[in-house]
């Protein structure tokens, strides 16, 4: 079967609750941003959140989600050992219409990965991600079979720490390029560029046809000030790049072509998935064709919905909205 997007990454079930800044502050969170966790720490966190909610996520798992939805067919090369949480992570990737090529690991060292997210009322969300299985993903764990056809391949910057994460890239973007298909990565989180500013560099210039990211990562991966300036030195050696800004203007390069996509302000709800559901937008115009503006406001429009409610997918139709909007 030929897919329209394959994604690479972490297969994390996410853990959401509601969490207020005092609570933040007790169990020493610090808001807003990913930061990894042990399995001790993990476990006391699992235990501290109160009406928990689980989901199958990591980031390319909920692009792919958005995607799904829109109509593309899609893939998720991930990890998860064959425990509970991983059969959950699995079962709950086909209920959704993504393919899962890679079955639960009986013998996996580690267990499935699991990310503790706390919302806080200003809908900020504090991510406390334990590595298990899915990040020990490698070369061996990618099947050249499912990149038959072509297509487009998105890789998870948060896979890269550790190095079997970019071997398996490098295998997946090989097989891709040979296919005839295109690939790019998100940028993920500015720490996990400060940890492998090198790396991401290189595998941009050599490996990317097309990088997504926030003027936080931008500004991080060439430790420049201006993210435009940032963004334009990435544009010098790959196809597309897109920089999001939070309330500003989406800015978008690709060769010699800028554009930009509105953005109107709003107090989110949660903003779990907003980053994820942009790309999905934005790769549903990608894949289908569209201009580079438009590829920019179909991001901003998926973003929006994801943010309106609780948890990293969307819960209203994306056609629908962007119909609304006029972008279909």
């Known amino acids: 079967m ?47 959140m109160d009406a928990r909610t689980q989901t199958p996520g990591g980031s390319v798992a909920n692009t792919l989600a958005g995607l799904g939805q829109l109509g593309l067919s899609t893939a998720f090369i991930g990890k998860v050992k064959d425990d509970a949480l991983g059969r959950f992570y699995a079962e709950g990737m086909l209920k959704a219409g993504t393919a899962f090529p ?15 997210i706390f919302v806080s009322p200003d809908g900020e969300r504090s991510m406390n991600t334990y590595l298990g299985a ?54 993920s989180d500015p720490f996990c560029v400060d940890r492998h500013r090198a790396d991401f560099q290189r595998l941009i210039e050599g490996e990317m046809d097309f990088v997504i990211g926030n003027q936080a990562e931008w500004t991080s991966l060439y430790q420049m000030d201006d993210p435009v300036a940032a963004l334009e030195r990435a544009a010098e050696v790959c196809e597309t790049v897109v920089c999001t800004r939070s309330g ?77 909007v006029g972008l279909i």
């Open 102 to 116: 890679n079955p639960p690991v009986p013998g996996a060292e580690a267990p499935t990965s699991r990310s503790m």
């Open 134 to 187: 899915g990040a020990d993903l490698g070369r061996a764990d990618v099947p050249p079979e499912t990149f038959a056809g072509g297509g487009i391949l998105f890789l998870e910057g948060y896979l890269f720490d550790k190095d079997e994460g970019k071997t398996a890239f490098a295998e997946a973007a090989r097989l891709m390029h040979d296919a005839g298909g295109k690939a790019g990565i998100s940028l």
């Open 248 to 324: 500003q203007a989406v800015l978008l390069i690709r060769g010699g072509q800028r554009a930009e996509a509105p953005v109107t302000p709003v107090v989110p709800v949660d903003a779990t998935g907003a980053g994820d559901q942009f790309a999905a937008g934005f790769l549903y115009g990608y894949a289908t064709g569209r201009d580079l503006e438009t590829c920019g406001r179909m991001g901003v429009a998926a973003a929006a919905e994801v943010i309106g409610h609780i948890g990293p997918r969307p819960e209203a139709s994306l056609k629908e909205i962007f119909a609304a």
């Open 2 to 48: 030929k897919f329209d997007v394959i994604g690479i990454g972490n297969a994390i079930v996410d853990v959401i609750a509601q969490a207020d800044d005092s609570f933040l502050d007790n169990m020493g969170i610090e808001k807003g941003i990913m930061q990894l966790v042990e399995r001790q720490r993990a476990e006391v966190l699992y235990a501290a």
